[in-house]
Structure formats: structure tokens, C-alpha cells
T-cell receptor
Framework: EAGVVQSPRYKIIEKKQPVAFWCNPISGHNTLYWYLQNLGQGPELLIRYENEEAVDDSQLPKDRFSAERLKGVDSTLKIQPAELGDSAVYLC??????????????FGPGTRLTVL | GEDVEQSLFLSVREGDSSVINCTYTDSSSTYLYWYKQEPGAGLQLLTYIFSNMDMKQDQRLTVLLNKKDKHLSLRIADTQTGDSAIYFCAESSYNTDKLIFGTGTRLQVFP
């Protein structure tokens, strides 16, 4: 079974440019997560989707970040415009279902963003 | 708010046991996890423990939970060079899937 797929794996852009990351979760997983991992830190949740609905986006900087999960499968995370401080690894994860029961989150390899 | 803390580095000799420690602040934590991250790779779940358990053993891995002190540890027996990685402690509460991660402990295994 394929795991969580993310692309691109690496991205280098100049500041003020837009950038987009794509995630394909494990088939059948209803919940999708985007995490930000700064260098030397643990991941921090940016947004969580239940199917196509964003149920927790409290940590998403909405002035420059946006996300969508059309049809409740693939998801895209966008930054526009990118700033130097956005350089980090962006991780996507997916899990089977709803809160209240144990749901293992499966992580993709991440997209490493470098903003120059 | 919730906070999870870990020591930054641990260095052990191959064949010895490694013990990685973690403290957390959220008393409503339901699940506590240990993840492994190798260079350029995503996070791999090693094991987890439910908050009403004190201990969980899985092959070379032993997890100890002291809920009173909010302290979690991961013991790796017979540590191998392939165990060199960053280990993250994380917790979540019953009513949310949100994982709160520690800063990670870099384990270095030398021959």
C-alpha cells in the first residue's frame, strides 16, 4: 500500500514569490493534516481536514497561507507571498477517521522549502 | 498551553541501552507517542501508550509512563547504529487528533 505522497520534495524560491505544496493521503483516509517543522523543532499543526472540511485551522497564518482539499482527497497548501522565515519542512499526514478513538497518523516525507 | 520537553542529545555505545526522556504539561493527555525521524524522511511511529497504562513493551522498545509526574521515557535495548535518528515525544487528547510534539532528541550511536 502506498504511503502519503508529497511533492515537490524540495523547493527553492525567492522571497515574495508564491509556492504550493501537494499531498496525496493514503487511500481511504478521511483526515488530512499539514504540519510545519522548523529546523531543530518538532512539527506543529497548521491545519486539519475531516474530508473536505477544515476543522482546525487555528494555527494557519491566514494572511499568507491557504489550503484546500477539494473532493476530500488530495490537498494543496499555498504560501503567497513567501517570506524568509517560511523556510522549513512542510509535512502532510493522514489518518483513518474521527476523534475520540485512536487514529494513527501516517506522515509523508515532507517538502523542504528554502526561501532566499 | 500544552508543552512537551525533551533533552536535545544522547550519545550511546552500540549494544548499550538508550533511554530518552520526555515531560509534558497537559493533564488531559490521552495518548503519548514516540516517533522516529531519519534524515530526509518523514516521521515513523515507533510506539504509543494509552494514559491509563504504566508500561508498554514492544521487542527492543520499552515505554514507561509516570502520569503523576507527567514523565514519559523510551528505552531502546541493544542499541544499534541504525537507531541513530531524532526521536520525538508527542501527546494528544481524547477529543482531538492534534499532536503536540517535543523538540526531539538526537540519538547518536557509536561503535
Amino acid at each position: 500500500e502506498a504511503g502519503v505522497v508529497q511533492s515537490p520534495r524540495y523547493k527553492i524560491i525567492e522571497k515574495k514569490q508564491p509556492v504550493a505544496f501537494w499531498c496525496n493521503p493514503i487511500s481511504g483516509h478521511n483526515t488530512l493534516y499539514w504540519y510545519l517543522q522548523n529546523l531543530g523543532q518538532g512539527p506543529e499543526l497548521l491545519i486539519r481536514y475531516e474530508n473536505e472540511e477544515a476543522v482546525d485551522d487555528s494555527q494557519l497564518p491566514k494572511d499568507r497561507f491557504s489550503a484546500e482539499r477539494l473532493k476530500g482527497v488530495d490537498s494543496t497548501l499555498k504560501i503567497q507571498p513567501a517570506e524568509l522565515g517560511d523556510s522549513a519542512v512542510y509535512l502532510c499526514a493522514s489518518s483513518l477517521g474521527a476523534s475520540g478513538v485512536y487514529n494513527e497518523q501516517f506522515f509523508g516525507p515532507g517538502t523542504r522549502l528554502t526561501v532566499l | 498551553g500544552e508543552d512537551v520537553e525533551q533533552s536535545l542529545f544522547l550519545s550511546v555505545r552500540e549494544g548499550d541501552s538508550s533511554v530518552i526522556n520526555c515531560t509534558y504539561t497537559d493533564s488531559s493527555s490521552t495518548y503519548l507517542y514516540w516517533y522516529k525521524q531519519e534524515p530526509g524522511a518523514g516521521l515513523q511511529l515507533l510506539t504509543y501508550i494509552f494514559s491509563n497504562m504504566d508500561m508498554k513493551q514492544d521487542q527492543r522498545l520499552t515505554v514507561l509512563l509516570n502520569k503523576k509526574d507527567k514523565h514519559l521515557s523510551l528505552r531502546i535495548a541493544d542499541t544499534q547504529t541504525g537507531d541513530s535518528a531524532i526521536y520525538f515525544c508527542a501527546e494528544s487528547s481524547y477529543n482531538t487528533d492534534k499532536l503536540i510534539f517535543g523538540t526531539g532528541t538526537r540519538l547518536q550511536v557509536f561503535p
